[in-house]
Nanobody, 123 residues
Framework: QAQLVQSGGGLVQAGGSLTLSCAASGNFYRINAMGWYRQAPGKQREFVSSITSDGSTNYADSVKDRFTISRDTVKNTVYLQMNILKPADTAVYYC?????????????????WGQGTQVTVSS
């Protein structure tokens, strides 16, 4: 019914920048919110940032003032601009999107995950 395709990621030195993207496609009624999570080795998956349909944004304290989330509503794509990267940012980053399926008279919500992309920050 829907899928998320991620691009970006890679290897960068501390202090550098990377941009991730995630494009949503499929047979959905609307997108309620899009966001990013990450999972480092030996750690649980954690919230990074999100943006809602009205443009409201949220950031984890660990990335606030360094990362910026944005969206392209025409392309159904969310971006994560990551600046001043630190080794602690090393993780697999996952796109997450909350969809509504159905029609205006009846919808059901579901969350889909992207395939993940590796971000490695060297010291």
């Amino acid at each position: 019914q829907a899928q998320l395709v991620q691009s970006g990621g890679g290897l960068v030195q501390a202090g550098g920048s990377l941009t991730l993207s995630c494009a949503a496609s499929g047979n959905f009624y609307r997108i309620n919110a899009m966001g990013w999570y990450r999972q480092a080795p030996g750690k649980q998956r954690e919230f990074v940032s999100s943006i809602t349909s009205d443009g409201s944004t949220n950031y984890a304290d660990s990335v606030k003032d360094r990362f910026t989330i944005s969206r392209d509503t025409v392309k159904n794509t969310v971006y994560l601009q990551m600046n001043i990267l630190k080794p602690a940012d090393t993780a697999v980053y996952y796109c997450n999107t909350d969809f509504s399926f159905g029609a205006s008279w009846y919808t059901e919500d579901a969350t889909f995950w992207g395939q993940g992309t590796q971000v490695t920050v060297s010291s």
